[in-house]
């Protein structure tokens, strides 16, 4: 009878899901809050394929329970996009115990339809409206999950990453405390509203030289390599400056900003890996709701939110800012407050 039992464990079939979340890395980095709850829910066995964008990928590379699986073209139907087949054709031969759709526009109706699994969660099979006043982004996430399982602990549920546990001074020739300011600006070349959320460059370079002058802190610039002509207007050229826009991985990224003594950023990307990473966060607002989509930590950080709370803030996705002559709610959002929350 034991040696039956031994060997129905040891054959049991891991549990399989498939998690839908192809946004933005703010978006799939706030996802991740779901995988404690359902791993807590499955065991610690079980395997997630999460289907993501390309470049986003890396994100996964250090858990080894989650395998990205890229979607590109995502606006493409079913019948014409080989990465979404693909995936229904093999859950028809290995069907999922799970689809757990965290989307809420059509585009993936059809895959999570199609796909086999013996549960399926959000989307076509219940719709979970978001945009509740002043909730976080990861609670409707979490709302979604609970729509399926309804005794499922989300207590203590956080977005989590796990970077590379690089030797920062081995790899960055970084060997002293620092901070880390991320000017990330993806709308930069555009004229109008849509990079409203971006603080000014002359008030990064006022921040800087302060830093530089009043304390012995070394600085380490991030961004992608699209928006490195956009950074480098900055007067970067200081033995305490590090510029690394264009040359961190996502996983060194997240390092970095683990191992350093508080980490600044616009309304991006990398206020999110911040936000799971680092132990403090300086976030910039003006016209993005920071409750609804700010970075929401990790559970024993601090999040910060500087914003100097004009009375039309937050107007992002409304008329209001389609309207707004300049984004004052950032330009004068003054380096000397900013450089005040560094210092506390």
Known sequence: MLVC??????????????????????????????????????????????????????????????????????????????????????????PYDAVINLEVGKKFISLAKYTKSKTKVGLPNKYIPENIKNEHRVHHQLRILQSAYKDIDIQNSYPYLIGSNIDIEDVYNINQKYIVMCPTNSKYNKNNHRGYRAWPLKNWQELIDKVLLNTDFEIVITGNSDEAKFINQLKLDHARIHNLCGRTSLPNLIELMKKSSCTIANDSGSVHVAGVSCQRVIALHGPTPFRETGPYGNGSNKIIEANINMKCSPCYNTEVIKKCPSNLCMINLSADMVFNYVMK
């Open 5 to 94: 039992i031994l060997n129905e464990i040891m054959t049991k079939k891991k549990k399989r899901i498939l998690i839908i979340r192809c946004g933005l890395l703010g978006d799939t980095i706030d996802s991740t809050a779901v995988v404690k709850p359902l791993v807590d829910h499955y065991g610690d066995e079980l395997e997630i394929d999460w289907v993501t964008k390309p470049n986003l990928e890396k994100l996964f590379q250090y858990d080894t329970r989650i395998e990205p699986i890229i979607i590109r073209f995502t606006k493409l139907p079913l019948l014409f996009n080989f990465d979404k087949l693909k995936i229904v054709f093999k859950s028809i031969l290995n």
